[in-house]
């Protein structure tokens, strides 16, 4: 039992506790092979490779039948540059029919060693001090120095490839993190970094790979389960995501990451009321995205909330907001008062909704509070279902006055197409979404149409790189403190929207207007697979990529129909 504890806590990354409990077990069994070898690996993460070595080879002592015994001490000899030991183990190792090409791996490793040269476990601790307190300049630096004077020491490089992936330097986290995995092909956390790395920047067939690598080497790497599962539904391949992240949770059952993930492509497939129950775990994640109601405050979807003051808080982004904010009169009819604690700028927008709710921008006192929630907890808590979208259409509703004053701005006798083409590149949920303005070229030369930028801040400056003409709206455009009031304004005066997955598309579909959003081949949970209309938003199309990344045949699909769209409409008119 104390065996089974220590591997528990070892795994939850509980150091100090898992060594206790290994320690004891030697206190009685100083012989027992698994708790000399896991003591080692504790040994090697803090780069106590002699106190490591001597805890491997009592474990081989014990039983030599264990290929992971082998691989340890092996791996143990190399990074101490005990080359002919390790040669020696390698040979015994493959006598006893171990596998052959891990081996090898370790053989290739050792023959690449040749810097005799390792840095002090001060060095050591003082780079790890730096990297825990969020000192990320020095980090780097100090990194690159460790990297630069010990060159085949892993150490350094894996702090370096963490630093350039919290800095945004993702290309050369790669580099670092595949220095890690050659120095070190034994290590499972090694593999998974790459892995995580290659998956933020898209390049997925090569993650699934290093995930696969980490998962070979520690079956129990829960996290690493978790992200091939979500690596596995980026490539549209559902069942096989959901058998990964259920072998997360099989591992460990209160993993809130894995859990949360499995609301993805349960949401994908349109199960709702499932993929939304799962999606309440990101309130449990380390990482919290938003707040959870105080325990004292929740509500239940059952109790009565009749002259009860209901608080939602907003969470995500605008585009959520704008979507979500739509089962504020469902809190209504059913008898709340309904306080909203949403961002200033978006008050004149939500204040056109139909809704007697109260719009704040700080929480009210808790003694003022009968039931609170997240935005993004809503949909569950009234078990939404495909059948039972609030699909009011629309919902919001454009300034009268502005949609004058725009519409005297903008050309009369023209098909007017309004267009966006970039969401944020630093949110994380954008990686494959934006495509470039240049795409709109075909669309531009569709006689009597005219494209009107409804996009602002970055990816605007592609405007001045074209060869074809977009109408700008100036900088008085969106300019005050309120947002999208004149987008929905010059939204009105277009005859249709063509957006990418960004707010753009939520405010286009919540005002009623004509929208066709060009999405990834896997796109956000929210538009689902397979059909080109949206439950959300009744008067949208969506066009998908057939392949991942080819955004040309989908905006060749699009000026199509424009083209058959707009003869349709002279038809008419003849």
């Given at each position: 039992?104390?065996?089974?504890q ?13 060594e ?16 000399n ?5 504790i ?5 106590q ?44 190792a ?107 920047l ?33 490539l ?19 993993y ?86 949403v ?7 939500l ?9 704040v ?22 078990n ?23 519409g ?10 309004g ?11 954008d ?49 005050g ?8 304004a ?13 707010a ?26 397979n ?23 989908v ?20």
């Amino acid at each position: 039992q104390a065996l089974q504890q220590g591997v528990t806590a070892h795994k939850e990354g509980k150091l100090e506790e898992a060594e206790r409990l290994y320690r004891a077990i030697l206190q009685s069994l100083p012989l027992h092979p698994d708790a000399n070898h896991n003591l080692g690996l504790i040994a090697i993460s803090v780069n106590q490779i002699e106190a490591a070595l001597l805890l491997f080879k009592t474990a081989l002592d014990v039983n030599s039948n264990i290929e992971q015994f082998w691989m340890s001490y092996i791996d143990a000899l190399v990074k101490n540059n005990q080359l002919k030991d390790a040669k020696r183990a390698i040979k015994k190792a493959k006598k006893k029919g171990f596998d052959a090409k891990k081996l090898q791996a370790l053989f290739s490793q050792s023959k690449g060693v040749t810097d005799t040269k390792v840095p002090s476990q001060e060095l050591l601790n003082s780079l790890l001090e730096q990297y825990q307190n969020g000192r990320l300049s020095e980090t780097e630096k100090l990194a690159v120095s460790v990297t630069q004077e010990f060159p085949q020491h892993p150490f350094g490089w894996k702090v370096l490839g963490a630093v350039l992936v919290q800095i945004g330097r993702k290309s050369e986290a790669v580099d670092a993190n595949q220095t890690v995995v050659e120095l070190s092909p034994q290590d499972a956390e090694a593999h998974y970094n790459l892995g995580n790395t290659l998956q933020v920047l898209g390049i997925l067939d090569e993650a699934e790979v290093s995930y696969r690598q980490a998962i070979a080497l520690k079956p129990d790497y829960a996290k690493a389960h978790s992200n091939l599962g979500v690596m596995l539904q980026e490539l549209g391949r559902l069942d096989s995501a959901i058998v990964s992240l259920k072998q997360a949770v099989k591992i460990k059952p209160d993993y809130a990451d894995a859990l949360y993930n499995l609301s993805y492509p349960h949401l994908l497939r349109g199960r709702l009321e499932k993929g939304f129950n799962f999606y309440e775990s990101r309130l449990s994640q380390s990482k919290q995205p938003v707040t959870p109601a105080r325990s004292n405050l929740t509500w239940d979807g059952e109790k009565s909330l009749s002259g009860k003051h209901f608080v939602i808080y907003e969470e995500q982004g605008l585009g959520d907001i704008i979507q979500f904010c739509r089962y504020l009169p469902l809190l209504e009819q059913k008898g709340a008062n309904v306080t909203f604690k949403v961002k200033p700028n978006l008050h004149a927008l939500l204040q056109t909704m139909d809704s007697n709710s109260r719009l704040v921008t700080s929480l009210p006192q808790e003694s003022e509070i009968d039931f609170e929630t997240p935005l993004m907890s809503v949909p569950h808590l009234l078990n939404t279902s495909l059948e039972t979208i609030p699909a009011t259409n629309p919902y919001l509703f454009a300034n009268q006055e502005k949609i004058q004053t725009w519409g005297k701005r903008v050309s009369m006798d023209r098909f007017k197409v309004g267009i966006c083409w970039q969401g944020n590149k630093s949110n994380k949920m954008d990686v494959g979404r934006s495509f470039p303005l240049s795409l709109f070229e075909g669309i531009s030369r569709i006689p009597n149409v005219e494209l009107i930028s409804l996009h602002k801040g970055e990816g605007e400056a592609q405007i001045v790189s074209i060869d074809f003409d977009v109408t700008t709206l100036g900088h008085d455009f969106d300019a005050g403190q309120d947002a999208f009031l004149d987008t929905a304004a010059v939204m009105m005066n277009c005859n249709l929207i063509i957006t990418s997955d960004t707010a753009i598309a939520h405010l286009a579909g919540a005002i009623g207007r004509p929208t066709w959003v060009a999405l990834k081949q896997i796109p956000d949970w929210r538009w689902m697979l397979n059909r080109s209309d949206s439950p959300w938003y009744p008067m949208m199309t969506l066009y998908r990529q057939k392949f991942r990344g080819d955004w040309v045949d989908v905006f060749e699909t699009i000026e199509r129909d424009l083209r058959s769209l707009l003869q349709q409409k002279r038809k008419r008119n003849e």
